[in-house]
């Protein structure tokens, strides 16, 4: 299978919006988010396809107080794509950009019982050598309201691992 990684445009926001629903159990965002993030986040998103059809999205963004810092939002993988490392590949993809030369780590939340997505950033974190931590970020009765499970804030510092490996 041939894979195309490149940065999405606003036509995709619909693909990738049918591609997350075939992903269960992620949350759907509205069409519109999806068309938003790949038009006002191009930088920070990245798009996996083969002949035409999307088989992985990252979603993520720079937040204005943390210009050092990568948050992937959602990464999802249809599943005729899974088994193939995919995840990581995007995500090692998408750090070698230009555009996020200044990043120097990853967050994302993700909760306890979310195996697939462990895997995914601690497998990542040692492919490169470097630290993961994380902490409770997003609780389930101080912001969810008991209504979603907590979600930990996941950190892998990764500039400083990539220059040991150099």
């Known amino acids: 299978m041939q894979l195309e990684f490149r940065k999405p445009t606003a036509l995709d926001g619909a693909a990738i919006s049918d591609l997350v629903k075939a992903c269960k159990p992620l949350d759907e965002n509205s069409m519109y988010c999806n068309l938003i993030q790949c038009d006002h986040f191009a930088d920070t998103c990245i ?3 083969s002949d035409g059809q999307v088989l992985g999205w990252i979603s ?7 210009q050092d810092t990568l948050f992937v939002w959602q990464v999802a993988v249809h599943p005729d794509a899974r088994g193939m ?5 995007m995500l090692a993809e998408l ?4 555009e996020l030369d200044d990043v120097t780590q990853i967050q994302t939340t993700i909760t306890s019982d979310n195996d697939a997505s462990w895997g995914l950033f601690r497998g990542f974190a040692k492919r490169i050598g470097a630290e993961i931590s994380d902490t409770p970020h997003f609780t389930r009765d101080g912001h969810f309201d008991g209504r979603h499970a907590t ?6 510092a990764f500039r400083e691992a990539l220059r040991k490996a150099a």
């Open 151 to 156: 979600e930990n804030m996941v950190t892998i």
């Open 47 to 49: 798009l996996a396809e």
């Open 60 to 66: 993520g963004h720079v937040p204005p107080s943390q």
């Open 85 to 89: 490392g995919l995840g990581g590949r």
């Open 95 to 98: 750090i070698e950009r230009d």
